[in-house]
Protein backbone atom coordinates (compact mmCIF):
# COMPACT_ATOMS: atom_id res chain seq x y z
CA UNK A 1 0.00 0.00 0.00
CA UNK A 2 1.33 3.51 -0.90
CA UNK A 3 2.59 6.11 1.52
CA UNK A 4 -0.28 8.41 0.07
CA UNK A 5 -3.15 5.24 -0.16
CA UNK A 6 -2.77 5.30 3.70
CA UNK A 7 -2.66 8.64 4.81
CA UNK A 8 -6.38 8.93 2.53
CA UNK A 9 -7.44 5.89 4.40
CA UNK A 10 -6.59 7.16 7.95
CA UNK A 11 -8.01 10.51 7.55
CA UNK A 12 -11.08 9.35 5.94
CA UNK A 13 -11.53 6.83 9.49
CA UNK A 14 -10.96 9.38 10.90
CA UNK A 15 -13.38 11.89 9.57
CA UNK A 16 -16.16 9.28 9.78
CA UNK A 17 -15.39 8.40 13.67
CA UNK A 18 -14.99 12.29 14.63
CA UNK A 19 -18.59 12.70 13.09
CA UNK A 20 -21.51 12.79 15.86
CA UNK A 21 -23.73 11.19 12.89
CA UNK A 22 -23.60 9.64 9.75
CA UNK A 23 -21.30 11.95 7.06
CA UNK A 24 -22.38 12.46 3.90
CA UNK A 25 -20.03 11.58 0.76
CA UNK A 26 -19.95 15.42 -0.71
CA UNK A 27 -19.03 16.18 2.82
CA UNK A 28 -15.96 13.79 3.13
CA UNK A 29 -14.78 15.22 -0.35
CA UNK A 30 -14.91 18.75 0.48
CA UNK A 31 -12.65 17.96 3.49
CA UNK A 32 -10.08 16.75 1.54
CA UNK A 33 -10.67 17.48 -1.91
CA UNK A 34 -6.63 17.45 -2.87
CA UNK A 35 -7.50 13.65 -3.01
CA UNK A 36 -9.44 11.67 -6.02
CA UNK A 37 -11.42 8.85 -6.24
CA UNK A 38 -12.74 9.14 -2.58
CA UNK A 39 -15.87 6.26 -3.42
CA UNK A 40 -13.33 3.15 -4.07
CA UNK A 41 -11.10 4.50 -1.02
CA UNK A 42 -14.01 3.96 1.24
CA UNK A 43 -14.76 0.71 -0.39
CA UNK A 44 -11.28 -0.21 0.23
CA UNK A 45 -11.74 1.07 4.13
CA UNK A 46 -15.35 -0.62 4.44
CA UNK A 47 -14.04 -3.66 2.92
CA UNK A 48 -10.91 -3.94 5.47
CA UNK A 49 -13.87 -3.55 8.19
CA UNK A 50 -15.56 -6.54 7.48
CA UNK A 51 -13.84 -8.56 9.88
CA UNK A 52 -13.49 -6.12 12.49
CA UNK A 53 -15.72 -5.76 16.02
CA UNK A 54 -16.89 -2.65 14.02
CA UNK A 55 -18.22 -2.52 10.29
CA UNK A 56 -17.99 0.57 8.21
CA UNK A 57 -22.10 1.29 6.84
CA UNK A 58 -23.49 3.53 4.43
CA UNK A 59 -26.93 4.61 3.99
CA UNK A 60 -28.19 7.03 0.77
CA UNK A 61 -23.83 7.79 0.67
CA UNK A 62 -24.19 8.65 4.58
CA UNK A 63 -21.05 6.65 5.68
CA UNK A 64 -21.12 5.40 9.81
CA UNK A 65 -19.02 3.23 12.38
CA UNK A 66 -21.91 0.52 13.50
CA UNK A 67 -20.68 -2.95 15.67
CA UNK A 68 -21.42 -5.82 14.02
CA UNK A 69 -24.12 -7.22 14.44
CA UNK A 70 -22.92 -10.81 15.02
CA UNK A 71 -21.44 -9.84 18.28
CA UNK A 72 -24.38 -8.44 19.75
CA UNK A 73 -25.05 -11.01 22.16
CA UNK A 74 -21.40 -9.33 23.96
CA UNK A 75 -22.41 -6.29 24.19
CA UNK A 76 -26.09 -6.43 25.96
CA UNK A 77 -25.11 -4.85 28.99
CA UNK A 78 -23.68 -1.79 27.14
CA UNK A 79 -26.97 -1.36 24.89
CA UNK A 80 -28.49 1.49 24.87
CA UNK A 81 -32.59 1.01 26.30
CA UNK A 82 -34.63 2.34 23.61
CA UNK A 83 -38.14 3.79 24.72
CA UNK A 84 -40.70 2.03 22.82
CA UNK A 85 -42.41 3.89 20.78
CA UNK A 86 -46.18 4.65 21.35
CA UNK A 87 -48.91 3.66 18.90
CA UNK A 88 -49.41 6.38 17.75
CA UNK A 89 -45.97 7.98 17.73
CA UNK A 90 -45.07 4.73 15.37
CA UNK A 91 -48.24 5.45 13.07
CA UNK A 92 -47.45 8.92 12.49
CA UNK A 93 -43.48 7.92 11.50
CA UNK A 94 -45.12 5.52 9.08
CA UNK A 95 -47.53 7.44 7.79
CA UNK A 96 -44.50 10.61 7.22
CA UNK A 97 -42.13 7.50 5.32
CA UNK A 98 -44.40 6.41 3.25
CA UNK A 99 -46.23 9.53 2.14
CA UNK A 100 -44.10 12.19 2.22
CA UNK A 101 -43.75 15.40 1.69
CA UNK A 102 -46.91 15.42 4.00
CA UNK A 103 -49.08 17.59 6.32
CA UNK A 104 -49.83 17.35 9.82
CA UNK A 105 -53.47 17.97 8.60
CA UNK A 106 -53.28 14.95 5.53
CA UNK A 107 -51.48 12.82 8.78
CA UNK A 108 -54.57 13.53 10.63
CA UNK A 109 -56.79 12.46 7.71
CA UNK A 110 -55.21 9.47 7.24
CA UNK A 111 -55.09 8.49 11.09
CA UNK A 112 -58.76 9.44 11.66
CA UNK A 113 -57.68 11.48 15.08
CA UNK A 114 -55.86 14.69 15.45
CA UNK A 115 -52.23 14.10 15.88
CA UNK A 116 -50.84 15.59 19.26
CA UNK A 117 -48.06 17.91 19.09
CA UNK A 118 -46.19 15.92 21.78
CA UNK A 119 -46.01 13.23 19.01
CA UNK A 120 -44.12 15.92 16.32
CA UNK A 121 -41.64 17.15 19.29
CA UNK A 122 -40.75 13.45 19.99
CA UNK A 123 -39.94 12.50 16.18
CA UNK A 124 -38.10 15.70 15.84
CA UNK A 125 -36.11 15.03 18.89
CA UNK A 126 -35.24 11.95 17.65
CA UNK A 127 -34.06 13.03 14.47
CA UNK A 128 -36.48 11.13 12.48
CA UNK A 129 -38.51 14.06 10.90
CA UNK A 130 -37.80 17.38 9.62
CA UNK A 131 -39.81 20.33 8.07
CA UNK A 132 -39.25 20.76 4.73
CA UNK A 133 -40.90 23.62 3.76
CA UNK A 134 -44.67 24.60 3.57
CA UNK A 135 -47.52 23.62 0.78
CA UNK A 136 -48.80 26.03 -0.97
CA UNK A 137 -52.09 25.98 0.34
CA UNK A 138 -54.30 28.35 2.63
CA UNK A 139 -52.53 28.15 6.02
CA UNK A 140 -49.26 27.02 4.48
CA UNK A 141 -48.46 24.21 6.61
CA UNK A 142 -45.61 22.59 7.22
CA UNK A 143 -44.03 19.70 5.15
CA UNK A 144 -42.83 16.64 6.70
CA UNK A 145 -40.37 14.39 5.48
CA UNK A 146 -37.97 11.64 7.33
CA UNK A 147 -34.28 12.08 8.13
CA UNK A 148 -31.23 10.96 6.86
CA UNK A 149 -30.63 9.85 10.37
CA UNK A 150 -34.03 7.91 9.98
CA UNK A 151 -32.33 5.79 7.63
CA UNK A 152 -29.70 4.83 9.31
CA UNK A 153 -31.76 4.36 12.88
CA UNK A 154 -34.18 2.12 11.14
CA UNK A 155 -30.94 0.35 9.15
CA UNK A 156 -32.64 1.08 5.98
CA UNK A 157 -30.21 1.77 2.80
CA UNK A 158 -33.47 4.06 1.23
CA UNK A 159 -37.10 4.22 1.52
CA UNK A 160 -37.32 1.81 -1.00
CA UNK A 161 -36.93 -0.84 1.59
CA UNK A 162 -39.77 0.11 3.44
CA UNK A 163 -42.25 -2.82 3.59
CA UNK A 164 -44.61 -2.95 0.34
CA UNK A 165 -48.38 -2.83 0.98
CA UNK A 166 -48.46 -7.14 0.08
CA UNK A 167 -45.70 -7.39 3.14
CA UNK A 168 -47.88 -4.89 5.18
CA UNK A 169 -50.64 -6.99 4.54
CA UNK A 170 -49.02 -10.44 5.09
CA UNK A 171 -47.64 -9.21 8.66
CA UNK A 172 -51.52 -8.56 9.85
CA UNK A 173 -50.31 -4.73 10.02
CA UNK A 174 -52.43 -3.33 7.58
CA UNK A 175 -56.11 -4.70 7.20
CA UNK A 176 -59.30 -3.96 5.02
CA UNK A 177 -60.81 -2.04 8.15
CA UNK A 178 -57.55 0.00 8.85
CA UNK A 179 -57.90 3.87 8.67
CA UNK A 180 -54.98 4.05 7.28
CA UNK A 181 -55.08 4.45 3.04
CA UNK A 182 -53.47 1.70 2.07
CA UNK A 183 -54.44 2.19 -1.32
CA UNK A 184 -52.06 5.25 -1.36
CA UNK A 185 -48.83 2.71 -0.52
CA UNK A 186 -47.19 0.70 -3.49
Sequence with gaps: MLKEEKKVLRIIEALIFASEKAIHLN???KRIPEFENINSYLLKLQKDYE?????????DNMWYFETSPDL??????HKIIRKKLSKAAMETLSIVAYFQPITKPEIDEIRGVSTHPGIFELLLNNDW??????????GRPALWHTTKYFLQYFNLTNLKELPSKKELK???LLTKGDNLKDELIN
Design 170 to 172: EMG
Design 72 to 77: SEYLKE
Design 129 to 138: IENKGRKEVP
Design 27 to 29: DIK
Design 51 to 59: VRGINLKVS
